[in-house]
C-alpha cells in the first residue's frame, strides 16, 4: 500500500517517454508558473520508482500517465473542468506497445488540485495495482533553485575581435560592418522578418545608426555570432534582457531565457513601422543571405519609410537571447542579438591574452 508518494517538477514531457524529469524546475518555480497558468509536470514516485506523471495543461486540462512495472507509460487519464473546483476524466486510454485503446471504468472525479494538492491524483495508481493509503504524505524531492535566468555576462567580449575556443575548435572573432538602420518611429523591433506580427521592441530616438555584426570564422566558415545596433558611444551602465510586456523572468528556469524565434535562419532589425511583403524577403532577403560571403543585407525604405537591417542567425533556427544595453539615464544605448556560437557567460580571461579559455 502506497502511504506516501516523493514529488518533483519539470517541464512538460512531450515526446519524451522516459521516468524522469528531462528538465528539472524547483518547486518555487512551478509554483510560479502555476499562479500564471502555464504547463508543467510533477512526477509520482514511491521509494525512488516513478508510479505517475500529472501534466497541468492550459484552460484547466490535465492529463496523468501511470507507468508500469517496465516504468512505461502504461494507462493515460485526460481531466477537463467540471462544475465547480472539480475535474472530470472524459478520456481513460490504455495505452498497448505504441496503440491506443480507450476504455470506460465508470465516472472518474476528483477536485481540482491547487499547487500541491497532488494526493487528489493518488486513488487513480489502482488501476496500475498501486493501492494508496486513506493518507498519502508527500515529501518534496524537487531541485534546487539554482542560479535563475541567463545573465547577460560580459557580452561586450562578443565584440572583441580574436581567439575563441568553441565546442567545434579553435576559431577567430572578426567585425563587420553592416547598412546604417534608420529609425523613423522612436521603436526599433527585432524579429525573424519573416514572422513580424510580434516582435521585440525597445524605444530608441529616430536617427540613422551603425549595426556590427561578429562574426565566428571557424572550421565551417564564417557564421553571425552576435549582431549590434548602437544608439550611443558610451559603454552600456547595465544590461537586461529585452521582454515583451506580457513576459516575467521569474518564471524562467535556470539558465533560461525569452529570446527572439528565428523560423527562416534569419533575424532583422527595423523600425517597428516597417511592414515587408513576403516577395520581398524572398527577392531581397533570403536568397541573398543564401550566399555564404552574405552575412547580411539592407532592405531599402522609400522617402518616408524606414529600411530593414537583415542578418544570417548563427546555425539557423532557433530562439536567441536579445539584450539592451542601457545608459546610466536608462535610456537605450544599444542591442545586442546574441546566436550563442560561443556563449561568453562561460569564458574567462586567458592570463596574458585576449582569448577566452572555457570555464
Known amino acids: 500500500m502506497i502511504d506516501s508518494l516523493d514529488v518533483s517538477y519539470g517541464d512538460m514531457w512531450g515526446s519524451h ?4 524529469h528531462p528538465n528539472p524546475l524547483p518547486n518555487g518555480l512551478a509554483a510560479r508558473r502555476h499562479a500564471a497558468g502555464m504547463s508543467y509536470a510533477v512526477l509520482l514516485s514511491s521509494r525512488e520508482r516513478p508510479l505517475a506523471v500529472v501534466e497541468r495543461w492550459p484552460r484547466g486540462m490535465w492529463r496523468v500517465y501511470l507507468f508500469d512495472d517496465a516504468l512505461r507509460r502504461a494507462r493515460m487519464i485526460d481531466f477537463k473542468p467540471f462544475g465547480t473546483g472539480m475535474l472530470l476524466a472524459h478520456r481513460n486510454t490504455r495505452l498497448i506497445e505504441g496503440e491506443e485503446e480507450t476504455t470506460t471504468v465508470g465516472p472518474l472525479s476528483c477536485p481540482a488540485p491547487e499547487f500541491g494538492d497532488w494526493q487528489v491524483f493518488a486513488p487513480f495508481l489502482a488501476q496500475q495495482g498501486h493501492e494508496p493509503a486513506p493518507t498519502v504524505v508527500l515529501n518534496d524531492v524537487s531541485v534546487d533553485e539554482g542560479a535563475g535566468p541567463l545573465c547577460p555576462t560580459r557580452i561586450e567580449r562578443l565584440f572583441v575581435p580574436g581567439p575563441r575556443d568553441t565546442p567545434d575548435g579553435p576559431a577567430v572573432v572578426e567585425l563587420a560592418d553592416a547598412a546604417p538602420l534608420r529609425i523613423t518611429s522612436g521603436r526599433l523591433a527585432v524579429s525573424d522578418p519573416g ?155 586567458t592570463p596574458g591574452g585576449t582569448g577566452p579559455s572555457p570555464a
Open 17 to 20: 517517454e522516459g521516468p524522469a
Open 195 to 349: 514572422w513580424v506580427g510580434n516582435p521585440r521592441t525597445a524605444v530608441v530616438p529616430p536617427g540613422e545608426y551603425p549595426v556590427t555584426l561578429s562574426l565566428l570564422r571557424g572550421t565551417h566558415g564564417a557564421r553571425v555570432a552576435a549582431a549590434k545596433v548602437t544608439f550611443r558611444d558610451s559603454p552600456p551602465h547595465a544590461w537586461e534582457m529585452l521582454l515583451r510586456p506580457d513576459e516575467d523572468p521569474a518564471l524562467l528556469g535556470e539558465g533560461e531565457y525569452y529570446g527572439v524565434g528565428v523560423d527562416t535562419g534569419t533575424v532583422a532589425f527595423m523600425d517597428a513601422t516597417r511592414t515587408v511583403s513576403e516577395e520581398e524577403l524572398d527577392e531581397e532577403v533570403f536568397l541573398p543571405l543564401s550566399f555564404d560571403d552574405r552575412p547580411s543585407v539592407e532592405l531599402p525604405g522609400t522617402d518616408t519609410e524606414p529600411n530593414l537591417v537583415a542578418f544570417s542567425a548563427g546555425w539557423g533556427d532557433g530562439s536567441y537571447p536579445v539584450w539592451i544595453g542601457r545608459t546610466e539615464d536608462g535610456a537605450a544605448g544599444c542591442v545586442v542579438v546574441d546566436f550563442r556560437l560561443h556563449p561568453v557567460d562561460q569564458e574567462r580571461e
